[in-house]
């Protein structure tokens, strides 16, 4: 139900009601854009958005992602070095 | 899709299913004696079981499934009450597809349908909006339902219809909040719960401090998750750092996505357009005091409670579950959907018994879907 999927506003279809055409997954879509609305609607062409049973509800924040792919990425390096680790202790410990 | 397949990278899965065992190990959480983790929202109950993260983690790690799925949630009294609606003379009921099979105590909307009602499916309020500007000589009413993911295109819509001056608009609203059930379960002194994932879509709307009180007066930890595996996955590796290094916070795993306070608009128009009823029904859980929501005055126009007289006051309530069904346990989390007596016999996805084997994300519909009916049939 509270499914919402990442949709990109790509036109201003009407102003008054505050509609924009949003693509999402290649499929196009009128959705309400009220929620994201900060601004002049113009500025909101090319942003990308959650959409949920067309509203687009929140801005995707870009930095965001980063920082959270950021902690990932640390997080498979560090993975990397404890497997080197165990490798090395392996190596000291094998028996010839 | 944006930031679909960046979160659903393996290698980046392992790194962290590696990190999750090691923090799991050092809290000492075993198969026997697991650490709890509640899954707050059903659409993270349904990527759990999708992507098998609940086979990947460590052992030590079980998920118990929220309450967080609105049809599953839905009493069979309110369904009936829409089903009333829908058979009024007159009558469009516009609905989401999930509500369609939720059984009544007489019969679903799907089967109020094929006995001739004008029930028509549609994704968003706005189209239903849209069928009342298209048949002025109808009542076109819609089946309002959710959480606060949402309760703003409802109450949006709502505006909308005022300021265009319809008529034959109304909705009957079933919206619910998610911070009130949390408090009931974790009043519940049966349950035993070590930490949440919270929901990514609600938490857009009405930010994190909502849950301030899990942290501060439970003492409990939650991190608030996206729907990626890896989303998941992260927030898990959260709250179990959180209890190995003795804290209880509320973290914010799904940044991009939900800002600290929420979205000020929705905001606004769930604040415009309803009110708090003084409690409201849950399956399986019962009333929970200031948990749904209904229209204000200012907007009685566009309730179709108002409109019908039907709903809460309007008569005799029955608070009643189809015999053999255990849904009210299955969704406290003190029984496994597959414990149940009629899970795969009497109640499949096809022929649901209890409302938890509705909608893809109940749990007992997800058990089934990805793995439950293989274990139904061993």
């Not at chain 2, 059984?103 to 549609?122: C, E, H, N, W, Y």
């Not at chain 2, 799904?254 to 769930?270: C, D, K, W």
């Amino acid at each position: 139900m509270c499914l919402g999927i990442p949709g990109r506003i790509i036109a201003i279809t009407d102003a008054t009601r505050l509609m924009a055409m949003a693509e999402v997954s290649g499929v196009r879509r009128e959705v309400n854009v009220a929620c994201i609305a900060d601004g002049p609607l113009e500025g909101l062409i090319g942003e990308w958005a959650l959409i949920h049973v067309g509203f687009a509800m929140s801005r995707i924040d870009a930095d965001e992602a980063e920082k959270t792919l950021e902690a990932l990425r640390d997080l498979g390096e560090a993975q990397e070095a404890l497997e080197a680790m165990a490798e090395g202790q392996r190596a000291l410990e094998a028996n010839p | 899709m944006k930031y679909a397949t960046e979160f659903r990278d393996p290698k980046a899965a392992k790194a962290v299913l590696a990190a999750i065992a090691r923090t799991a190990d050092a809290i000492g959480a075993t198969r026997e004696k697991p650490v709890h983790i509640m899954e707050i929202c059903g659409g993270h109950t349904h990527a759990i079981f999708r992507y098998g993260l609940d086979k990947l983690v460590h052992e030590g790690v079980e998920f118990i499934h929220g309450p967080g799925c609105p049809v599953c949630v839905l009493p069979m009294s309110r369904v009936d009450e829409c089903v009333e609606i829908a058979e009024r003379p007159g009558v469009i009921l516009t609905t989401f597809g999930d509500a369609m099979r939720v059984p009544g105590t007489k019969r679903s909307l799907l089967q109020a349908k094929a006995a001739g009602a004008d029930i028509r499916m549609v994704y968003s309020p706005l189209d239903a909006l849209e069928l009342a500007r298209r048949n002025p000589d109808r009542e076109v009413v819609f089946f309002g339902l959710g959480f606060e993911t949402t309760t703003p295109s409802t109450a949006l819509s709502i505006q909308q219809a005022a300021r265009e001056g319809l008529t034959n608009f109304s909705v009957f609203c079933n919206h619910i909040t998610v911070p009130e059930p949390i408090k009931a379960l974790l009043d519940d002194p049966d349950m035993l719960l070590d930490g949440f994932i919270g929901p990514g879509h609600v938490s857009m709307v009405i930010g994190t401090h909502p849950y301030d009180f899990i942290a501060r007066d439970y003492g409990k930890p939650i991190a608030v998750a996206g729907f990626e595996p890896l989303d998941l996955l992260q927030s898990v590796l959260m709250v179990l750092r959180q209890i190995a290094e003795g804290r209880a916070e509320v973290e914010n795993q799904y940044a991009r996505v939900v800002p600290e306070h929420g979205n000020p608009v929705s905001l606004a128009a769930i604040e415009d357009v309803y009110e708090r009823r003084p409690s409201f029904e849950w399956r399986g859980l019962g009333e929970i005091d200031a948990s749904g929501l209904r229209i204000r005055e200012k907007y009685r126009a566009f309730d179709a409670e108002e409109k019908f007289g039907i709903g809460y006051g309007a008569g005799p309530r029955q608070v009643a579950e189809p015999e053999g069904c255990a849904c009210g346990a299955a969704m406290t989390g003190r029984i496994k959907p597959t414990a149940c007596p009629q899970f795969g016999r009497g109640c499949t996805p096809e022929m649901p018994l209890g409302a938890l084997m509705v909608s893809s994300e109940g749990a007992c519909a997800a058990y089934w879907q990805y793995g439950g009916a293989r274990a139904a049939a061993e």
